[in-house]
């Protein structure tokens, strides 16, 4: 999936003059397993070298194998619980298991200096919570701008669930707002492709 995602953004910086797009101005997002997979392609890239993302979205990201227990807070939340999540990473990870790579679970690496800024938000019943606000407290331990909302008796993907309650109407804010700023802030520069 990641290698898909890293052919994906290549293909973009080197397609933007077509595509009429700013290759100095990629974003990247997506939400839940896709979050995570935004957070671990945002990682590759700061490592490859080749690409700068200007700016991630990783929305409630499924970023730490190990939320798979039972017994954590939120394990039976609604939606996606932690049978659901066990099952999704045993297949996501079955040609590794012993030897898992940091780009496959993103919450192993706690250095993310360079990481692109980010705007993201959880709910405080999403099973990943605890994983999300460990990875937002990790971005901003390095340095990262980070735009970061939590939202009370909000369970996973709750917007796209019960999209006109007042809470998810306030999470879909959150993400245009901080799209909008970074359309006007954020750049990386992408001359080597």
Same mark, same amino acid.
């Given at each position: 999936?990641?290698?898909?995602?890293?052919?994906?953004?290549?293909?973009?910086?080197?397609?933007?003059?077509?595509?009429?797009?700013? =290759?100095? =101005?990629?974003?990247? +997002? +997506?939400?839940?397993? +896709?979050?995570?997979?935004?957070?671990?392609?945002?990682? /590759?890239?700061?490592?490859?070298?080749?690409?700068?993302?200007?700016?991630?979205?990783?929305?409630?990201?499924?970023?730490?194998?190990?939320?798979?227990?039972?017994?954590?807070?939120?394990?039976?939340?609604?939606?996606?619980?932690?049978?659901?999540?066990?099952?999704?990473?045993?297949?996501?990870?079955?040609?590794?298991?012993?030897?898992?790579?940091?780009?496959?679970?993103?919450?192993?690496?706690?250095?993310?200096?360079?990481?692109?800024?980010?705007?993201?938000?959880? +709910?405080?019943?999403?099973?990943?919570?605890?994983? &999300?606000?460990? /990875?937002?407290?990790?971005?901003?331990?390095?340095?990262?701008? &980070?735009?970061?909302?939590? /939202?009370?008796?909000?369970?996973?993907?709750?917007? #796209?669930?019960?999209?006109?309650?007042? &809470?998810?109407?306030?999470? #879909? #804010?959150?993400?245009?707002?901080?799209?909008?700023?970074?359309?006007?802030?954020?750049?990386?520069?992408?001359?080597?492709?």
């Amino acid at each position: 999936a990641l290698d898909d995602c890293y052919f994906t953004l290549e293909w973009i910086v080197k397609n933007a003059k077509e595509l009429k797009i700013n =290759q100095n =101005q990629i974003f990247v +997002g +997506g939400e839940s397993a +896709g979050g995570g997979l935004v957070a671990a392609l945002s990682l /590759y890239a700061r490592d490859k070298g080749d690409i700068n993302i200007a700016f991630q979205m990783p929305l409630y990201p499924m970023l730490d194998n190990k939320t798979i227990y039972s017994h954590l807070k939120n394990s039976d939340a609604p939606l996606w619980d932690y049978k659901t999540n066990k099952v999704a990473w045993d297949i996501y990870l079955e040609d590794v298991k012993d030897n898992v790579p940091i780009y496959a679970v993103p919450s192993l690496v706690d250095n993310l200096t360079n990481i692109p800024p980010t705007c993201t938000f959880v +709910g405080e019943l999403d099973l990943f919570y605890n994983e &999300v606000v460990e /990875y937002v407290n990790k971005l901003k331990n390095s340095n990262v701008p &980070v735009f970061f909302e939590t /939202y009370k008796s909000s369970y996973h993907a709750f917007e #796209k669930r019960i999209p006109n309650a007042e &809470v998810s109407k306030k999470a #879909k #804010k959150h993400v245009v707002d901080c799209f909008n700023y970074a359309c006007k802030n954020y750049f990386a520069e992408n001359n080597k492709c």
